[in-house]
């Protein structure tokens, strides 16, 4: 299968601050990949690297075999990029419908967005019940929800999702990564950056994992699951022991 | 031991720092020749129309830099500043001229004996000192600048200018609506020149050149200590950085007003000056558009930068009295020659301000630090001496933590009921902890369960809603941050809260401020035992940072905005231990740092602890927590779902499923 | 005339007044709510705007007040005056972002607001050097032609003034609530760093963002030429800070807190002057803006918030 995102040894930094050190990824096409790592060791980074706020100083960054390097953040969007921002990040003032539209920003309105709103809808019947609700007003994992749905309507080839569980509770939590795997079921990528590295290592196919800036390590999330530095790192295997 | 003893050898960045010192002295050598050239300028141009400009630009030069005390020190911008320059005119004004002349009574006979009134024609004619106006005028000046502070403590940067501008605005309306006091738009009459030992000033420019000239000289010494001493750094990192200035014990609200004041007094004086030398003051001398002079010349100079400050204020006065008029003449005469109409009638003396506004627009777009900076760079290290020497904790004894009072037994901090709420969402449900004295604590939790908002809270950086906090025994819930970290609790912050273009080391004793007694006068006077608290001071923040081992100590003089992300978390750690704490707050300490990194600071964290230091963190690394934590509190959702030793609190069904996930139990 | 006569008509000056500050506020609330900067060249856009508006007038042979027209003539003529002073001063205020402001892009602090002090100065002293500093008679071809309302007169430019204020904010509100740049606008203002990743062009939104204010800008100036009949390079600091304190009062980062503030700020302006002192009316308009600020720094309807949490 053809690589639709590649990081070509990407380093970006924060003024003198060196953040990403010559990080590889390849993502194919179908895949779930979640990216795995403490605070403050690039994750967050990486997502706006691929967005195109944080350009990379050297390396590149290839989408579907194309540099993606000048091209703007509404061309990532076309070509079929698509953020689920951190901590949701809806804009609070503007209605559920409003927020579904500024997803898709970029596209012109027409049958086909129409038809992505009814895909929207089915996916989180909630939504559909709170459409003309200020986005500000609604609960954690409603707003989840919404920002997964803003997400796909650019009907993306790849979704970017910076810390999907954060802030919700347990069973929000596994309701959400169902739908992820409903949605990559369906034939979207998924990019996935997640502390709750458990949980994403269940639902991914394979994982990286990030340590101050660099990738330590690569591999499927079978493999990942059994491996002692992970395990100690990052499952909590304090409880497993 | 000195510093110099300690530091031979391992360091040459060190050595370099103490040599810089001795440069000092070329610095004084090259001062005395400046100060003779300004000596000297009067009987060398010998034309009292220069020398007058020359005067009034010593004026100028003197508000500068008050106005860079308030806004290049301590970061709050002033758009009113000329306000305080009104009030110390208007002081002198009113009581050394015949705008005053209430009826003759007794009242004002003991007046008469000091020499600040006298009688004419039945009626009181004030004739205070120049010499005791000036101190008096600073002093009133300092009250106003208080009073017109206090309401904007709260307020951010652009919206303090605006309450500001306003403030700046009210007065010399106040001074036109007021002809009783001020003679209104007309201005004062007959203000007194200054008389000393009997020699009157007079309207010639000589006397007053030589007064501006001591005023600039005392202004810039003032200035210059006030920036080298525990003052000047508190300015410098409420201005930096506000929340970690309150965090490290820096009262902000005192340190703000303390800033307008002194600032407001520089003005106060430079006023007194200014009316006596022109004899008269007008509501039109003290507009907006001098405040916003006066903001050209500081971002000209250098913001911050004492010595920038003042060669901004003269470069532009210089402009705007000489170069001017010469420019507007010879394009005239270039029109005349050419025969071009408009030319001929140039006159960009009234263009100043286009010229104002152009420095400000490129200063901004293109060098914001002005002509001379106020701090520089240094170089970055050999390769040699970026190789880290790793030190694995160890040390057993830590000149800065004090002395840790005698063991105490019992819990250290107590928290009880701790409810935060953020509008509708609750960060916080009714968290109970306690922290036994020496103990460490780790809290744990998803990203998002409310661990840095219970730092926060217990810090006194958020107010809790509700529920109780206890340290050492004493009630700490709502007390101000600065307060609380005096008690002895320090911290670090996620995010980190440094203070970015302040140096390592500055950053370090930014920490210990409410350690060091340092106060206005001390500061610029600096008697002997100034000068020991600094020595000692400095000694002491070496100490600590060299718990790092080379890892901080070679870098003490680079801004800590070009460290890398391992070492300003250092750094941070070294300004909290800085405050002498009993109790650390970390908030994840190890974030961003490698394996190896991350062991040599879990070692470092046990050290500390073994010197008697009691310590909570948030960590994230489970490895961490198990190695260190004795005692471990599982937050989620804001509430406590767990605590207990580590042992016991993996086991709980609860932990596993909220923090780890349902598939914990699958792997 | 009696004491309900004055107040009906300072009331009907007042809301002419207010009308004119509205739509200056409308410019700084914008701005702010974008990209929390407060812009300080907004005061003498405003100014060139007037000059604008003038020189439109004065290029159809129109000087003084001499010259009073009627019908489609004078529709004509005062659209074309519109026009100018709008689109010109819209696309000034472009022409600032474009060059002084958008290189500080992600600068923290005060450097922006700096900045456009420094841009405000330069503007200011353009004019004076091109203009000269006498104030202008201002051509005006509306007819005089007055209403009595009980004892108070209402007249002409009046009823102009409030007819295309209103026309320009319905516009403007119909913009931001329902076009596809509007709702970025507002997407902006509330999370830009969002709105740029779901593909809004953030730089083209504060151009807008400029433009809108800075025609606003100049519409409300022809008004003022208009209205006073007479314009000078010094018009900009005082109307500008009275719109700023209109903005802040009704809550800076909204768009009907502006207007709001500025009708208020308008009847402050001339009720004060009548019952208090005109030589007052700056330290009260001063004062409001400080105590506003100070302890109510949301304003009426705002969410911004002037004060550090």
Redesign the interface.
């Known amino acids: 299968m053809p690589d639709l995102l590649e990081f070509r040894s990407v380093d970006t930094y924060y ?4 953040v990403l050190k010559s990080v590889d990824y390849r993502i194919a096409e179908g895949e779930i990949v979640c990216l795995l790592g ?4 690039g994750k967050s980074t990486t997502m706006k690297a691929i ?1 195109g ?1 944080v350009p990379p100083r050297r390396g590149e960054i290839l989408f579907q075999g194309q540099p993606l390097a000048g091209v ?7 070509r079929g990029i698509a ?1 689920v ?1 951190e ?1 949701r ?6 209605t559920v419908y ?1 927020n579904l ?3 898709a ?2 596209r012109q309105p027409g049958p086909e967005l129409e038809k992505d709103l009814e895909r929207v809808f089915t996916l989180f019947p909630v939504v559909k019940e709170r459409l003309k609700q200020l986005a500000g007003t609604l609960s954690g994992g409603e707003q989840q929800m919404v920002a997964i749905g ?1 997400a796909l309507m ?1 009907r993306p080839k790849l979704l970017c999702m910076d ?1 999907p ?3 919700l ?2 069973v929000l ?2 309701q959400v990564f169902d739908i992820v795997k409903m949605i990559n079921r369906q034939g979207t990528t998924i990019f996935m950056v997640e ?2 590295a ?2 994403a ?2 639902i991914a196919h394979r994982a990286y994992v990030l ?2 800036g660099q990738v330590v390590l690569s591999g499927a999330a079978a493999e990942l ?1 059994q491996n002692d530095l992970i ?3 990052y ?6 022991t | 031991m000195t510093i110099q003893a300690k530091l031979t050898g391992p360091w040459p960045e060190v050595a370099s720092w103490l040599r810089a010192r001795t440069t000092l002295r070329t610095q004084h050598a090259s001062m005395a020749c400046l100060l003779l050239v300004a000596l000297l300028f009067p009987p060398l141009i010998n034309n009292d129309g220069d020398v007058d400009a020359a005067a009034n630009a010593l004026s100028f030069a003197a508000l500068a830099l008050g106005l860079n005390i308030v806004v290049g020190f301590a970061g709050l911008l002033d758009l009113g500043y000329a306000a305080f320059f009104a009030i110390g005119a208007y002081a002198y004004g009113a009581l050394a001229s015949w705008q005053l002349h209430p009826a003759w009574s007794s009242f004002w006979v003991p007046f008469q004996w000091l020499d600040l009134v006298s009688e004419v024609d039945g009626a009181v004619h004030f004739q205070v000192s120049f010499w005791l106006m000036l101190p008096i005028s600073a002093a009133i000046a300092a009250f106003f600048g208080i009073l017109f502070g206090a309401p904007t403590l709260r307020l951010k940067g652009d919206y303090l200018a605006i309450v500001t501008l306003g403030f700046g605005e009210i007065v010399p309306i106040v001074a036109r609506n007021s002809p009783t006091l001020t003679n209104g738009a007309q201005g004062l009459n007959g203000v007194l020149p200054p008389v000393l030992f009997g020699y009157q000033f007079g309207v010639d420019a000589t006397p007053y050149y030589y007064v501006g000239l001591a005023l600039v000289v005392f202004l810039m010494f003032t200035s210059q200590r006030l920036k080298m001493s525990r003052i000047g750094r508190a300015w410098m990192a409420i201005r930096e950085d506000e929340i970690g200035a309150a965090a490290m014990g820096v009262d902000r609200v005192r340190y703000k007003l303390m800033a307008f004041a002194i600032g407001a007094a520089f003005a106060g004086a430079t006023g007194t000056l200014y009316v006596a030398k022109l004899q008269t003051a007008t509501p039109e001398m003290f507009m907006f558009p001098v405040s916003v002079m006066l903001l050209v010349m500081i971002v000209f100079g250098g913001m911050g930068n004492v010595w920038g400050v003042v060669v901004g204020a003269l470069i532009l006065q210089i402009l705007q009295s000489w170069l001017l008029q010469d420019l507007s003449g010879w394009l005239q005469a270039l029109g005349e020659l050419i025969n071009v109409e408009w030319l001929q009638h140039v006159d960009l003396s009234q263009s100043i301000e286009l010229i104002f506004g152009i420095i400000l627009v490129l200063m901004m777009l293109y060098r914001r630090q002005g002509l001379i900076p106020a701090s520089r760079r240094v170089a970055g290290l050999s390769l040699d001496e970026q190789a880290a020497q790793v030190s694995r904790g160890g040390f057993d004894a830590l000149a800065g933590l004090g002395s840790i009072e005698e063991r105490r037994t019992g819990p250290l901090l107590e928290i009880e009921g701790l409810t935060v709420r953020f509008g509708g969402l609750v960060a916080l449900r009714s968290v109970s902890l306690s922290v036994p004295a020496h103990g460490i604590v780790a809290v744990i939790g998803p990203n998002g369960s409310g661990k840095s908002t219970l730092f926060n809270a217990v810090t006194g950086l958020l107010r809790a809603d509700s529920g109780s906090v206890r340290f050492a025994g004493q009630q700490i819930a709502g007390m101000p941050a600065h307060r609380i970290l005096k008690l002895g609790i320090a911290r670090t912050f996620q995010n980190l809260r440094l203070f970015p273009n302040l140096t390592v080391l500055e950053n370090v004793l930014v920490g210990m401020h409410s350690r060091l007694r340092t106060g206005l006068v001390g500061a610029v006077v600096r008697p002997p035992g100034t000068n020991r608290e600094e020595h000692d001071a400095q000694e002491r923040a070496l100490e600590i940072l060299s718990v790092f081992g080379n890892r901080l100590v070679p870098r003490i003089n680079h801004v800590v905005s070009s460290l890398s992300y391992a070492n300003r978390r250092r750094a941070e750690i070294a300004r909290a231990i800085a405050t002498r704490p009993k109790l650390l707050l970390l908030d994840e300490p190890t974030a961003g740092m490698n394996p190896a990194e991350t062991l040599e600071l879990a070692d470092q964290i046990k050290s500390l602890n073994r010197l008697g230091l009691t310590i909570v963190l948030i960590e994230h690394k489970l490895d961490v927590v198990v190695n260190l934590a004795d005692n471990v509190v599982v937050l989620d959702h804001g509430e406590v779902i767990a605590s207990g030793p580590p042992d016991v609190v993996r086991r709980d069904e609860e932990v596993i499923r909220a923090y780890l996930g349902r598939s914990a139990n699958v792997a | 005339m009696s004491d309900t006569t004055i107040i009906v008509q300072q009331v009907i000056n007042g809301l002419s007044l207010g009308a004119m500050y509205a739509l200056l506020a409308i410019g700084f609330t914008l701005v702010y709510g974008i990209m929390e900067l407060i812009n300080f060249a907004h005061f003498n856009v405003f100014m060139i705007g007037s000059f604008l508006g003038m020189w439109a007038l004065e290029s159809l042979g129109l000087s003084g007040q001499s010259q009073m027209l009627t019908g489609f003539a004078l529709y004509g003529t005062l659209a074309f005056a519109f026009v100018v002073a709008m689109l010109g001063s819209g696309l000034l205020g472009v022409a600032i972002e474009r060059i002084a402001l958008r290189p500080l892009r992600g600068v923290a602090g005060t450097t922006g607001m700096i900045t456009t002090i420094g841009v405000s100065y330069i503007l200011f002293n353009v004019v004076l050097l091109v203009a000269g500093a006498d104030a202008k008679n201002y051509p005006n071809p509306m007819p005089v032609v007055q209403w009595k309302v009980g004892g108070a007169t209402f007249d002409l430019r009046q009823l102009l003034i409030w007819v295309v204020s209103l026309v320009l904010m319905i516009a403007l509100q119909l913009f931001v609530s329902h076009s596809r740049l509007g709702k970025a606008m507002r997407a902006t203002a509330q999370d830009s760093e969002a709105a740029r990743m779901m593909g809004v062009d953030v730089d083209r939104v504060i151009a807008t963002a400029f433009f809108l204010g800075s025609a606003l800008a100049g519409a409300s100036a022809l008004i003022f030429g208009l209205y006073y009949n007479y314009t000078s390079f010094l018009i900009g600091y005082s109307a500008g800070l009275r719109a700023f304190t209109a903005a802040v009062l009704g809550g800076i980062g909204s768009v009907t807190g502006a207007v709001v503030g500025g009708i208020l700020v308008g009847l402050i302006e001339t009720l004060g002057g009548q019952f208090i002192a005109v030589r007052w009316t700056d330290v009260i308009i001063f004062s409001i803006l400080v105590f506003v600020l100070v302890f109510a720094p949301s304003g009426l309807l705002g969410r911004a918030r002037p004060t550090k949490s």
């Open positions: 003024g003198d601050l060196h403490g605070n403050a060791s967005m706020v703007s953040v509404a061309d990532r969007v076309r953020p921002l901590a990040r809806l804009f609070p003032r503007m409003e539209e500024m997803g920003y970029t803003r650019t810390e569980s954060m802030g509770a347990p939590v596994e502390q709750n458990n949980m290592l269940s340590q101050t699951r395990r100690q790192a499952l909590g295997e304090m409880v497993v």
